[in-house]
């Protein structure tokens, strides 16, 4: 269980809160592209307002890589939260040091401040004690809300959790509890999606999840080391030639768990991403050599359609096709509309599937998208993040 924000007293306390606004910055003027990120830390700030906490915030932007990078400043982030929350939003030209622990230890009750981003300094993500013991001179309470990184240790995710009493944000709360809800007692069946570019990238994933789903749809650029694997001719698809002995032990071990494992029947092929007109529609069977996979074929959208109907918790992690490229998005988009229309609960990990959600305009009616994709990914394998673990009792 993780200690949760609504348990401490936050009463007119200096609160210091990881939040992620990693938010996406237009490269020629630097103007925040989305702000998904800030409004998703809204629930943990509003609460502490409400409690008339004094308010810390503290994230990293970009990649600074331990030196000052003026574009990366948090200012533009502090203003835009500060027109979310309709109130002032101070800003501090360091996350460490004596001027910032004046500011901090001045602020009054309901005073939000913002530091400065915490990758200026390379000890963050060395997870140094001293930097760690440092930011957390500058609050009484340490909170988390930045699922994003939890899976990693780093002194504002991990470190600082040691010196000062911890517990998790509301949106941390929201993602553990639905990422557990798919490994932990899942109302069955349960079914994943996964897809992607690649097998690498997903192999843990799909072990982890081999002994605990009933059904599993494997679509995307992964699915041809697969049908390689079944001794099929993919022609220029993406395939991972070192992992096709691994797909087909994946596939005796899903056989032998009971685990209906399902490959595309029919695919969407194209000889060239540049010219998406030109592509065919084609059975797994049948791809022609100059042609390369981009997306499930309308047979497999149905299959996986039906499969998905049945399910009572989905989780899905990948992409089926090139959903960035028209009209190699219908698959995905197929698979959307499925999870949108399901009463199962719907889970969807981050980072591509995220955005293509939101590119359907579906996320709304997805149980849950989360907002961590290196982080869900990690969960969803099994393994222990440590910006959560440090939260836990
Ligand atoms: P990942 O980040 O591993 O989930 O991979 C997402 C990427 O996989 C997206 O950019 C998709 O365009 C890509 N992808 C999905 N299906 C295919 C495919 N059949 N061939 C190549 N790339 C694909």
Not at 73 to 80: C, E, G, N, P, Q
Not at 136 to 152: C, K, M, P, Q, S
Not at 293 to 310: H, M, N
């Amino acid at each position: 269980m993780l200690r949760r924000l609504q348990d401490l007293d936050v009463k007119s306390k200096r609160v210091l809160v990881r939040v992620d606004f990693n938010v996406p910055l237009d490269k020629k003027t630097g103007a925040i592209t989305d702000d998904t990120r800030i409004r998703a830390s809204l629930p943990t700030i509003n609460y502490l307002l409400s409690q008339n906490a004094r308010v810390i915030l503290m994230s990293h932007l970009g990649r600074p890589d331990g030196q000052v990078v003026e574009s990366l400043r948090m200012d533009k982030v502090a203003r835009r939260l500060g027109e979310l929350l309709g109130k002032e939003v101070l800003v501090t030209g360091d996350c460490v040091g004596s001027d910032v622990e004046t500011l901090a230890l001045g602020l009054k009750d309901g005073q939000v401040l913002m530091l400065e981003n915490l990758r200026f300094h390379p000890e963050e993500e060395k997870n140094d004690l001293a930097f760690a013991q440092k930011l957390a001179r500058l609050g009484e309470i340490y909170v988390n809300d930045a699922f994003a990184t939890a899976h990693r240790a780093h002194a504002s995710t991990e470190g600082v959790a040691h010196f000062l009493p911890s517990c998790a944000g509301f949106l941390m709360q929201k993602e553990y509890d639905y990422l557990s809800k798919v490994l932990e007692n899942p109302a069955k069946p349960l079914l994943a999606i996964t897809g992607g570019a690649k097998v690498s990238d997903k192999l843990k994933l799909l072990l982890n999840l081999l002994s605990r789903v009933n059904v599993l749809l494997i679509g995307g650029g992964m699915a041809y080391t697969f049908l390689k694997a079944r001794g099929l001719q993919i022609g220029t698809s993406l395939c991972e030639n070192e992992l096709v002995e691994k797909a087909k032990e994946i596939m005796v071990e899903a056989s032998k768990a009971g685990v209906e494992l399902l490959l595309p029947l029919d695919l969407v092929v194209a000889k060239d991403l540049n010219n998406p007109s030109d592509h065919l529609v084609v059975p797994v069977e049948q791809i022609p050599a100059e042609y390369g996979g981009v997306d499930i074929g309308p047979k497999t959208r149905e299959l996986f359609k039906e499969k998905i109907k049945q399910a009572k918790t989905i989780v899905w992690n990948g992409p089926v096709g090139v959903f960035e490229i028209p009209p190699f998005d219908q698959g995905s988009r197929a698979i959307a509309l499925a999870l949108a229309e399901s009463t199962a609960l719907t889970i969807v990990g981050g980072g591509d599937t995220a955005a293509a959600v939101e590119k359907f305009g579906l996320a709304d009616k997805i149980s849950h998208v989360s907002t961590g994709g290196g982080a869900s990914l990690e969960f969803l394998e099994g393994r222990s993040l440590p910006g959560i673990e440090v939260l836990k009792n």
